[in-house]
Nanobody, 126 residues
């Protein structure tokens, strides 16, 4: 059974930083694209960042470009999201997701991801 387990969420003041991590129980982790999505109260789930199998192709939502950095360690089956210069509008539940394959066209498409973590809360106070 595939499991994605996020960690690292919490409460931080605006301008602060947090680092989210996701550990995946995938047998061939390097064959999966990994993504981060988030959902704020009353809003739809939205794309944050994605990274392809080798880490050579990376995508960000415009709202987080220059502030967030996604990375992966295929030897440890982990993907991370370093979040800097956090804003109150970054407050949301953040989800890690995995998608088998190498199609970069659907990097930001939540329905293309087959496996999801339980989510971790990030709260940014003003």
């Amino acid at each position: 059974q595939v499991q994605l387990v996020e960690s690292g969420g919490g409460l931080v003041q605006a301008g602060g930083s947090l680092r989210l991590s996701c550990e995946a129980s995938l047998r061939t982790f390097s064959n999966y694209a990994m993504g981060w999505f988030r959902q704020a109260p009353g809003k739809e789930r939205e794309f944050v960042a994605a990274i392809m199998w080798s880490g050579s192709s990376i995508y960000y939502a415009d709202s987080v470009k220059g502030r967030f950095t996604i990375s992966r360690d295929n030897a440890k089956n982990t993907v991370s999201l370093q979040m800097n210069s956090l804003k109150p509008e970054d407050t949301a539940v953040y989800y890690c997701a995995a998608r088998f394959g190498f199609d970069t066209r659907v990097a930001a498409t939540s329905t293309a991801y087959a496996y999801w973590g339980q989510g971790t809360q990030v709260t940014v106070s003003s």
